[in-house]
């Protein structure tokens, strides 16, 4: 991977819900995509899709900051948090939140972002899905757009049931892919169920509809 391309980024400005976020962006994914060899990807078939803003993001980040209640003084993981807007808005609504990611680098933009939106300081951890901690179990679980893969599936729900408290929620954001539907079809199996919202947020100038799902135990009320 050519990595003076993470050099070179640029600033978007976010207005959500009334909150307004600043949020620095590599500028060309496509060309950082481009010059990861064949060798570096074949060692696990790993892509920074963490450079951009997603739509899934935005709209977890709108639906937090809508529901502050939702992650108010609680301890909240974001799972792949990427960029960080997702967490950052639970920051911003008054939660306390450890950022994860597989890739450092997106580590280090969380970093940046959360100084760029006065939000530091903030807690950083390396986490891969396959292989969840075992020392901690969180509130609240932050997810936008982690069911891209199948190969993802299984270790996100190992996440959720590793690292959810008993009475703890996960907030996760979807944009209704074909291959995210047999996640939800894990749920009951370990007596978890989703309630769903439709929301829509802009995407370079669409309207994109994203689900977003508040998923707890059943016991719980809705």
Not at 127 to 145: G, N, Y
């Amino acid at each position: 991977m050519d990595r003076s391309l993470l050099k070179k980024t640029h600033m978007e400005t976010l207005k959500l819900s009334g909150e307004t976020f600043r949020i620095e962006c590599v500028t060309d994914t496509d060309a950082l995509i481009d010059s990861i060899g064949d060798r570096e990807f074949e060692f696990d078939e790993h892509l920074p899709y963490w450079t951009e803003i997603w739509p899934s993001a935005r709209a977890l980040a709108e639906f937090i900051l809508q529901r502050p209640e939702l992650v108010k003084n609680r301890f909240c993981i974001e799972l792949g948090c990427g960029l960080g807007l997702s967490g950052l808005a639970a920051l911003r609504a008054g939660g306390r939140v450890l950022f994860t990611d597989y890739d450092l680098d997106a580590l280090e933009f969380v970093k940046r972002n959360a100084q760029h939106n006065n939000l530091t300081p903030v807690r950083t951890r390396q986490l891969d899905w396959r292989s969840p901690p075992r020392e901690r179990q969180f509130d609240v679980l932050i997810a936008a757009d982690v069911l891209y893969e199948k190969r993802f599936l299984q270790p996100v729900m190992n996440c959720i049931l590793e690292l959810r408290k008993p009475d703890g929620i996960v907030l996760l954001a979807e944009p209704d892919r074909t291959i995210a539907a047999p996640f939800f079809d894990l749920l009951p199996a370990h007596r978890l169920q989703a309630e769903k919202f439709n929301t829509t947020t802009q995407y370079f100038n669409e309207s994109k509809t994203v689900s977003v799902y508040i998923i707890r135990d059943m016991s719980q009320p809705d």
